[in-house]
């Protein structure tokens, strides 16, 4: 089945207003390069508003970079963001179970597929994060923690909702270090991936995008975006340079 391609791009916590007026005008100038990829920018929560303003009218897409996971639209949740309120900003997507949310914030597999369901309940499209340490794929358990992680949505999530979503494998050790898991060691993960879905329901499994991220860059994107389960990229350090990003949203498409 061909699947459009897709890439996002995750600014984590950079930007300032004038920042994101400056990158978001850069990348509206090249997207015509673009051929036909979708193409998806995740600012800091503190910007939404101002890109959603800026990408009106436009093909490029409004995600954030998480959400909260107790209530899907308003309640005593000091400090977190609903997905009523990304919604009414104007967002499509949002990231779920990034490492650095599991590493930094102790978000469990549960939480993450807490996530995904107020996400999905809300008409969002969660781009959920999975992937392991280097320590976990020296021990050759790489597909065993990316299947518990997988296991985990699916306990809360009915398969069939996963039309609604995207996975986005990203090895913990690639990300932001510039090291980059080769097409073939990427490919076979994503194909895995595809593989534990499937088992469940196959026609999900063709259909649902699963985006590559680890240190991709113009100049791996093609070779990545080439493989035959790999459906487009998670991009984040690259994704703040407008020229390095359109490239990468060239190679796929």
Not at 166 to 183: D, F, N, Q, R
Request: hydrophobic share 45%.
């Amino acid at each position: 089945m061909s699947r459009q391609k897709l890439v996002a791009g995750n600014w984590k916590m950079n930007g300032s207003k004038a920042a994101t007026r400056l990158l978001i005008g850069e990348i509206l100038q090249g997207i015509t390069k673009v051929k036909t990829a979708e193409v998806v920018v995740c600012p800091p929560n503190l910007y939404l508003a101002e890109a959603a303003a800026l990408l009106a009218g436009s093909r490029i897409a409004l995600g954030a970079q998480n959400l909260c996971a107790e209530v899907e639209a308003a309640g005593a949740y000091t400090g977190e963001v609903s997905a009523a309120m990304l919604l009414d900003v104007g967002c499509r997507y949002v990231i779920v179970g990034h490492s650095e949310r599991r590493a930094y914030y102790g978000e469990s597999d549960a939480v993450v597929a807490q996530k995904c369901v107020r996400a999905l309940d809300a008409g969002l499209k969660p781009i959920i994060c999975v992937g392991e340490l280097l320590e976990e794929r020296e021990n050759g358990r790489t597909e065993a923690v990316v299947a518990r992680q997988l296991d985990a949505i699916l306990a809360q999530v009915e398969v069939t909702r996963l039309a609604g979503a995207l996975i986005a494998y990203e090895p913990v050790w690639a990300i932001g270090t510039g090291k980059t898991a080769t097409p073939e060691q990427a490919q076979q993960v994503h194909a895995s991936i595809r593989g534990r879905i499937a088992a469940h329901n196959a026609t999900i499994a063709s259909s649902i995008q699963i985006l590559y991220g680890g240190s991709v860059k113009g100049a791996n994107a093609r070779d990545l975006f080439n493989m035959a389960d790999i459906d487009g990229g998670l991009i984040g350090g690259a994704s703040l340079n407008a020229d390095e990003f359109l490239t990468i949203c060239q190679a796929a498409g």
